[in-house]
């Protein structure tokens, strides 16, 4: 109960943070019931307005309403009173300062001409252009508090007003007098552009214009199963929907649709737990399997709800199979499927028709478990997005045809989304080689590829021990068969002990299966011979780890002899030395004793095929008895207590084991030699 605790407490919290994470990517609005198109039939039954609501424009239809409205707006503009008072007084005292001479005809006519400007408005020259270049030829100007419109063509300019004043003056007063008055000096803007009014009038006007082009009574009929939706009707249920979904948006629904989604999506979660809880406890119990598996439930979730909110592309450009192949790669089929049941049940409260979604990637999900049983080659995987690309296109149609019974209906261009799901596919080989380097697994490719007797560390191996390398081959032979019996992986068991001894390259003279002649144990004590023996454990795992071998080839090297011992040295000095204690430590393998069928098997391997090379004949009873004594002795010491092994499972090893060997142990005829004559 204590073990249980310790593994359930952090994997628990796993999912409660997936399932909050989900829960807050989740779309926040109350989700409208129905999925509808322009042109399409009404796929539900008979719609009644359940109540008064309005028929909502289009966004298109309020902009052009409202460009239409700013483009008759006219600006207001106020004349400033106090400018003409100004300049006149500044003529004057100019007049009198530097042209006394002057006569006053033509300080009377200035001033009348000033007064007469002012009186119909002077805007400045960039004014006049700005209001030309917003397509506008009227304003409106206020004076008196009373706006009437004028045309901008009707005001002057400093420029127009100063040539209005040479044109326009009387025969007896000459025009270079009038110049050397300097009268461009008192033409000054009066009339000011009126930005408060003209934003409150411009807000008034952009108010006014309706969002609504009618209104639908309850209980008014909207549309019936079968019915093809017109533009009528589509903007009647766009404006149910738009109605509904702000109805949810507001405080009190917002939180009763938030408790909604909170209560499925942990749910819907919770039973991804039940399922390893009942079925796969070791998956459960492993932080980073239940990492893993949640991983891929949130990242699909998470996309999905990104390109549904954003409209970035079709729902189906995602390929959700990868799931499936990927769970399918370390895991088995049975988790790969219920992943993905999870994953689109999540998926499909996000995306419009959630039925046919849930028909379409649930398929795809049945065929990636029915026809990759195992990725280890480039054309399974291709062969498998195939079947998939296979599957989405027949369920797709024939759901259409049976939805609507009219092929026309069909919308081709979805063939064109499988197609780019297709092709994402192809990317599963180098997602499997990432999820690898990322959580340490590893696929049957990479078991290929490491079990390749000309890898470097492989090739090494037979040329500076290649004793060990034929005994590693004679084990591999032996634990795969054996394991394939009892229902383990075979690539795993026949890829590990091709490695299990590589750590004997440090010293390979001192094993026997590399010695000639000399024995180089009889020149050093029994403690040191063990020593070396022992070390070959040790000098593998860093031989491993230095060629960043996977974790799970490493595991077949620590614990191939488990917390044994090397009984030949052991036994040695006992024998001499009877009546002084031993160190049981210093003839004792580190570890850890096996923890699965797979280094249990190679466990037995190893030590059987070691033994049946001192066998001096190989028949059927010696080898028996030989493969039940090793094994034997190996449960009664406690070596296989950790493994996942039954009775019944050891007894098929055994079997095999003996089987095997005397196969390899044949004794092959003598050919006779030809009589002379």
């Not at 206020?142 to 005001?155: C, G, I, L, P």
């Not at 010491?637 to 996942?644: A, E, I, Q, R």
Request: charged share 20%; glycine share 4%; aromatic share 12%.
């Amino acid at each position: 109960m204590k073990n249980i605790k310790y593994y359930t407490i952090p994997t628990a919290i796993f999912f409660l943070i997936t399932a909050v994470l989900i829960d807050y990517f989740f779309p926040r609005e109350g989700k409208f019931r129905y999925q509808f198109y322009e042109g399409k039939p009404w796929r539900y039954e008979l719609l009644m307005a359940p109540t008064d609501f309005p028929i909502y424009k289009t966004d298109d239809e309020i902009k052009a309403e409202r460009d239409s409205v700013m483009n008759a707006f006219e600006p207001y503009y106020r004349i400033d009173p106090e400018v003409v008072t100004r300049e006149i007084e500044k003529l004057r005292a100019s007049v009198v300062v530097a042209n006394r001479h002057l006569s006053s005809a033509y300080l009377q006519y200035v001033e009348k001409s000033l007064k007469q400007l002012y009186e119909n408005g002077i805007l400045s020259h960039d004014s006049h252009e700005n209001i030309r270049d917003g397509n506008r030829d009227r304003i409106k100007l206020v004076k008196n508090n009373v706006a009437e419109t004028r045309f901008v063509s009707d005001f002057f300019t400093e420029r127009t007003a100063y040539e209005f004043i040479l044109n326009n003056a009387p025969p007896y007063l000459i025009k270079d007098t009038l110049r050397t008055c300097n009268i461009d000096n008192y033409l000054q803007e009066n009339v000011i552009y009126d930005e408060a009014m003209s934003d409150k009038v411009r807000s008034d006007l952009l108010q006014n214009v309706s969002i609504a082009s009618g209104m639908v009574q309850a209980d008014e009929r909207i549309v019936d199963r079968g019915e093809i939706v017109d533009n009528h009707t589509y903007n009647v249920l766009r404006s149910l929907k738009i109605v509904h979904e702000s109805k949810t948006g507001n405080n009190q629904q917002g939180w009763i649709t938030l408790a909604g989604q909170t209560v499925l999506v942990f749910g819907i979660i919770f039973c991804f737990w039940l399922y390893l809880w009942s079925f796969r406890p070791r998956i459960l119990y492993s932080r980073k399997n239940t990492a893993f598996l949640l991983l891929c439930i949130l990242v699909a979730c998470i996309l999905t709800e990104i390109t549904m909110r954003h409209h970035l592309f079709n729902v189906y450009i995602l390929p959700y199979a990868i799931i499936p192949i990927v769970v399918r790669t370390f895991f088995d089929s049975r988790t790969a499927l219920f992943t993905l049941l999870i994953t689109v049940i999540l998926c499909s409260l996000m995306v419009p028709y959630p039925h046919e979604f849930l028909v379409l990637e649930t398929i795809a999900g049945m065929v990636v478990t029915f026809s990759l049983k195992d990725l280890s080659e480039r054309s399974q995987l291709m062969r498998c997005a195939f079947f998939i690309y296979l599957s989405y296109t027949l369920t797709y149609v024939s759901l259409m045809v049976y939805l609507e019974a009219d092929l026309s209906k069909v919308n081709w261009l979805m063939l064109l989304y499988f197609g780019i799901n297709f092709i994402l596919l192809m990317f599963t080989y180098v997602l499997v080689y990432m999820l690898e380097r990322v959580f340490g697994y590893v696929s049957s490719i990479t078991l290929i590829e490491l079990s390749n007797i000309n890898k470097p560390l492989l090739k090494k191996l037979s040329e500076v021990a290649p004793g060990t390398f034929q005994h590693s081959m004679q084990v591999s032979i032996l634990a795969s068969d054996a394991v394939a019996k009892i229902g383990g992986n075979p690539a795993l068991v026949r890829t590990g002990a091709l490695y299990h001894d590589i750590g004997k390259m440090a010293n390979p003279a001192f094993f026997t299966e590399n010695q000639t002649n000399m024995n180089p144990h009889d020149q050093i004590t029994f403690e040191q011979s063990a020593e070396i023996i022992i070390g070959h454990v040790t000098e593998g795992v860093k031989i491993a780890e230095k060629a960043s071998l996977p974790q799970a080839i490493i595991d077949f090297i620590r614990t191939h002899h488990g917390r044994g011992k090397a009984k030949y040295f052991y036994i040695q000095y006992k024998n001499k030395f009877p009546d002084k204690e031993i160190d049981e430590e210093l003839f004792t393998y580190p570890g850890p004793n096996p923890f699965s069928k797979e280094t249990a098997v190679l466990m037995m391997a190893d030590s059987v095929e070691a033994a049946s090379r001192s066998l001096k004949t190989h028949s059927e009873e010696e080898i028996k008895e030989l493969v039940n004594r090793i094994i034997n002795t190996q449960l009664a010491d406690g070596l296989l207590k950790n493994s996942p092994l039954t009775f019944r499972d050891v007894e098929n090893v055994k079997s095999v084991f003996i089987d095997k060997l005397k196969i390899m142990f044949h004794t092959r005829i003598s050919y006779p030699d030809e009589a002379k004559k």
